[in-house]
């Protein structure tokens, strides 16, 4: 059975790098948008039971976060990207893009924005090296700072999850963060586990 | 020439690696973290450096801020997925001697090497 939770040390340090590589190429959209540096963290790779289709996000995301937003993509390689803003994460961002006095629903947009940027890019970037091609929904906002957090316990994804890879993004000298919980379905994960498979023969 | 690389990917050191001329594979080791790559280089062990920026425990900034701080007599060459360009230039500005993009290939590692002058 091909599930990325069942990934030998090789494999996963193989996918960390795929992510590595994807994740700085949206990490230099990002450092393009706000015209200043941003701060790589090392990917961290949650591997999951076959049967769960609910995204348990993490306490230390849990308690931070104000806003969420949800993108799908599709193709040979599936799943959603949620993007968990900081609570400084929208005036931050506003400011360093130069938006002063906009409201909440410019602000919806800029999250929007960037989710379509990141997501772009960090998905586009890792199917790029596992050789298929994705295209994408229109990114939502799932979770609004007025709501309840707790709306994320109530979310129900449509297919089983077999990974979330969790990454941070954090513009350098200001206090905007944003962290991608990017889920890949159990269904489309053979095409990473094959493609890393290649990649480890070669060497 | 005792070269290190390193990377916290084991994959990314194999690849890196394998794109190395046989003039520089006879004393090759390898590192984790920044703060395995200052060990080895007490240890007299590293003139030339293949340096990861995303690595945990001390990244390839601090490493090359350590480097400089010791006036190391070390030859660096940042080999990163990190790609933004004040992240090139700081890198520079630290002391590095050339800049290969992930995912790296022997062609462009022999580039660099060209450039600065190690081959």
Known sequence: ?203 | MKVLIADDSSMSRKMVLRSLPESLTEDVRQACNGSEVMEAYHAGQVDLLFLDLTMPVMDGFQTLEALKREDANVVVVVISADIQPLARQRVFDLGAAAFVAKPVTAEAVLNALHVIGVL
Do not use: W
Request: charged fraction near 20%.
């Open chain 1, 1 to 203: 059975m091909e599930t990325l939770a069942e990934l030998t040390e090789d494999q996963r340090d193989a996918l960390q790098e795929l992510m590595n590589i994807a994740m700085g190429q949206a990490a230099e959209r990002l450092a393009l948008l706000t015209n200043t540096m941003v701060t790589l963290s090392v990917p961290f790779i949650h591997p999951l039971i076959r049967e769960q289709n609910n995204l348990a996000i993490p306490e230390h995301l849990r308690r931070s976060f104000m806003i969420v937003t949800r993108q799908s993509f599709l193709g040979e390689l599936r799943g959603e990207v949620f993007v968990c803003f900081g609570s400084m994460g929208a005036d931050e961002l506003a400011e360093l893009l130069g938006y002063k006095g906009g409201g909440l629903a410019q602000q919806d947009e800029l999250m929007l924005d960037v989710t379509n940027i990141l997501t772009g890019a960090c998905i586009s970037g890792l199917a790029r090296q596992v050789a298929t091609q994705v295209s994408y929904d229109a990114p939502s906002i799932l979770v609004h700072r007025e709501q309840e957090a707790n709306a994320l316990d109530e979310l129900n994804l449509n297919e089983h999850l077999a990974m979330v890879l969790e990454i941070r993004f954090e513009v350098q000298a200001h206090q905007f963060s944003c962290d991608l919980l990017i889920c890949i379905t159990e269904r489309t994960a053979g095409v990473v586990v094959r493609a890393i498979d290649r990649l480890l023969d070669e060497l």
